[in-house]
């Protein structure tokens, strides 16, 4: 039978049908269906047959009316200059709502009530990490809510106008803020350090760690080295080791403890780090990514500082719910998911990433007492040997 001639139902056989469609399928090609996004349904046998026109209007008029009505939302919602402004803030990172309420002055309830419009709409979604909430804009993509031609018409704009420079700056001075909350809090811990942060259940992270970092060349870099138990074991055994820290009285405590180990210690942040570029063969950070405010800026500058073929290590906590984490350790997440980390560092343009489980728990008192252990993973890469 020619093609113009089958029934309507037979020409589509191999389509994936709206919801609610009632054209009928062969049963050889039901376990076809469903393979489009969640609005796209199983066709069976059993839905009464409708006329051609009524058809054609659920195959071809019904969808493209509702991508029209979905973008006639979004750009109702980014008509609004309060949302178009939460969003270009949003697009830099996550954000809770007080850090929101910082940077605009605005009050909590309004921008609550717009953040749960933007919410609904999947433009911004939002992360519960124990009683904090974090939101960041959804990644611009074409098959998203938010397409990249809208963010480069509406919330790229938004950020370079001069209440988006404006709101820029603010947005600095609150990460500038938690960056300084985090190294006072890292100064008034560096004396009890080596006692409440290095306790280990087994004892294995060290080897663990360092089995991924040593073998890539003479010079490692470790960033945000605590007081550096692992710099100290690692240049005891020969390699060139670069500490990185901001906290100043950590690095103080590090050296007393180096035990003339030759490490060169150099104080500064992990997103601006005081190292040339390709200046390390490996780089590892311990218990250090939990605490940056922008672990992609971080990841960046890792790639910077490493050779090209170097490698990067990190190893840090599972998600957890010790909210106490973050007075009495000057946390800022409750853990990290490893594809967090994989994915910044995928973003930064590392390659042969993997991640896994640590055999070893990180140890802490708790302050209910008794000791809280926490499950670890490491995060390993390499800079991709073509990359200079
Ligand atoms: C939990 S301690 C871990 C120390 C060490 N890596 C270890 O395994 O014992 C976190 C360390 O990271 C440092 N740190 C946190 N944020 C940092 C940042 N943005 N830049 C540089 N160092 C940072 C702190 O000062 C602190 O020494």
Known sequence: MAAASRPLAARLTRLDLMEGSSV????????????????????????????ETSRCYDIVIKPMASAASSL????????????????????RGELAVQELVAITGLQQS????????????????????????????????????????????????????PEGVRDQLALQA???????????????????????GQEFALGTLRAE???????????????????????????QRGAHVIAVDHSERMLGQAKRSSHSA???????????????????DAAFSNLVWHHLPDYEAAANEVRRVLRPGGAVVISDLLPHEAEWMREQMGDLRLGLRPDQVVGALARAGF?????????????????????????????RGRKPATDR
């Open 24 to 51: 009928p399928a062969p049963a050889s090609d039901r376990k076809n269906a469903g393979h489009g996004s969640g609005t796209w349904a199983t066709v069976t046998k059993d839905v009464p047959m409708r006329s």
């Open 72 to 91: 006639h939302s979004t750009l109702k919602l980014l008509s609004d200059p309060l949302r178009l402004r939460l969003c270009a803030l949003l697009a």
């Open 110 to 161: 309004r921008i609550s009530n717009h953040l749960s419009l933007l919410k609904r709409s999947g433009l911004v979604r939002d992360r519960r990490e124990g009683t904090w909430s974090f939101h960041s804009l959804v990644e611009p993509s074409d098959d998203g809510p938010l397409s990249s031609t809208l963010y480069a018409a509406a919330v790229q704009p938004s950020v370079e106008s």
């Open 174 to 196: 609150v990460l500038d803020q938690r960056r300084q909350k985090s190294r006072d809090m890292h100064d008034r811990l560096a004396e009890r350090w080596s006692a409440v």
């Open 209 to 235: 760690v360092l089995a991924h970092a040593w073998p890539h060349g003479p010079t490692v870099a470790d960033l945000g080295c605590g007081t550096g138990f692992l710099a100290s074991w690692l240049a």
């Open 262 to 280: 030759p490490i060169v210690f150099r104080q500064g942040e992990l997103d601006a780090l005081p190292l040339a570029n390709g200046e390390v």
């Open 351 to 379: 390659s042969e990433l993997h991640s896994e489980p640590i055999m070893d728990r990180y140890r802490v008192a708790s302050p209910t007492g008794g000791t809280a252990e926490f499950p670890m993973f490491v995060v």
